[in-house]
């Protein structure tokens, strides 16, 4: 029988069928179907591989539900990996039958933004909208999702081809910034630069990387993926350092997992947990929500960022009961799927707000977009940060 996929069998065959994963994936509480959560996906991606089942839009589709948090993987006893085996099944997606014109074009759209001419246009719409009174613009988007996004700013891209050097250096990091903070959130980045050079840490920001093409390998776009790495490779090769600090999982993820760097790969939060820094806080009761791909991709300990927390002098820390539930966004795929991402997306603000919480920390660029979409739409009042951007506000003595 032809086979329509070329996928290693042992991949698939890890899966023990026990179900577990059910009980964690975002998308089966709205779908409520076998292929809605990773063991039926898996079964779809091996009947698929072994020809026993032809690649239609209607099997593919059930892939394009998944949100690739990858907590299936987080949570599987039996070691499967599971965004390896969706990666291989989207590529041939792909390559048969497209990728549908919002996706591609916003896989494109990453690609180019890191161009010469892509980041003078974002400086550049950045000007323009800097008169605006609001920090997030309503966007529609063709599909028919509708979000508050970021604007981008005038110093966009700023802080790139510089060295921030600690006072007594300990050490030097390369600091992968990701399109996000490069365009939309400066601040952000220049925080997180704070906080290394005040844990002893040198930053070095490289002049000419790009995206870090996590987006185009979830989506399975192998070729866009393998363009992106090398140039990044090529343009880090140029500086010297001990290793690499980022202020987003999923880029951190692919740097950890996808690039196979000969240097160790930091979560910010990480470096900060093992200096001495103390912060000073006012009183305000906090909740973190942990992002996905935080523990999934990159392994980082919930206790990192709680311990972090609980180092803020005066502030109270309330968990919430879904801390580690997924957002919602997973980058294209709230686009893509707006309907399920919105509902997602709900549960998460409800639970945030159960919690009365005045501030909801996160460390994910990607979920402080999402979360403050939300918190905006369901007018629950609470303030979202970026967990760098708190602690480098509140920063007290060593
Ligand atoms: S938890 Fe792992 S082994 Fe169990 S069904 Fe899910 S993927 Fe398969
Ligand atoms: S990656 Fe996330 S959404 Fe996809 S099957 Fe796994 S748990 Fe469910």
């Not at 590529?91 to 003078?120: C, D, F, I, Y």
């Not at 160790?264 to 906090?286: Q, T």
């Not at 005066?314 to 399920?340: H, I, W, Y």
Request: aromatic share 8%.
């Amino acid at each position: 029988m032809q086979k329509f996929v070329e996928l290693s069998l042992d991949l698939t065959q890890k899966c023990v069928k026990c179900g577990l994963c059910k009980s964690v994936c975002p998308t089966y509480p709205y779908i409520e179907e076998e292929a809605g959560y990773a063991r039926g996906r898996l079964v779809l991606a091996e009947m698929v591989a072994k020809g026993e089942l032809p690649l239609t839009q209607e099997v593919s589709q059930q892939w394009d539900q998944c949100a690739m948090c990858r907590r299936c993987e987080w949570i599987c006893p039996n070691g499967v990996e599971y965004k390896e085996v969706l990666v291989h099944v989207k590529n041939k997606q792909r390559e048969s039958l497209g990728q549908g014109v919002v996706k591609s074009l916003g896989l494109k759209a990453l690609e180019l933004m890191q161009t010469r001419a892509g980041r003078a246009l974002i400086k550049l719409t950045g000007k323009v909208m800097e008169a605006l009174p609001f920090e997030e613009i309503k966007t529609p988007f063709p599909t028919g999702a509708v979000k508050f996004m970021p604007k981008p700013t005038a110093e966009a891209f700023g802080l790139r081809g510089k060295v921030f050097k600690a006072e007594e250096e300990r050490g030097k990091l390369l600091f992968f910034t990701g399109c996000m903070i490069d365009a939309f959130y400066g601040k952000t980045g220049e925080n997180v630069i704070k906080l290394m050079n005040k844990a002893g840490y040198t930053v070095v920001v490289p002049r000419d990387i790009k995206c870090c093409g996590a987006p185009h390998y979830y989506s399975g776009n192998l070729p866009a993926f393998e363009r992106l790495k090398e140039h990044n490779l090529k343009e880090m090769e140029k500086y010297e350092f001990d290793g690499v600090v980022v202020a987003c999982p999923t880029c951190g993820g692919a740097l950890q997992e996808d690039y196979k760097l000969d240097k160790p790969v930091y979560d910010f939060a990480e470096i900060v947990f093992k200096s001495p820094i103390r912060f000073r806080g006012s009183g305000n009761r906090l909740t973190f929500h942990v992002p996905c791909h935080s523990y999934s991709a990159m392994k980082v300990k919930e206790e990192v960022f709680y311990g972090l927390m609980e180092r803020i002098d005066g502030d109270q820390v309330k968990r919430a009961e879904k801390d580690k539930s997924c957002c919602g966004f997973a980058g294209l795929f709230s686009v893509t799927n707006p309907d399920m991402s919105d509902k997602i997306q709900r549960e998460k603000i409800e639970d945030l707000q159960k919690t009365q919480a005045k501030v909801v920390l996160t460390a994910c660029p990607g979920c402080v977009l999402n979360l403050k979409d939300g918190v905006k739409k369901h007018k629950t009042g609470q303030e979202v940060m970026h967990l760098a951007d708190y602690l480098a506000e509140n920063l007290g003595e060593i």
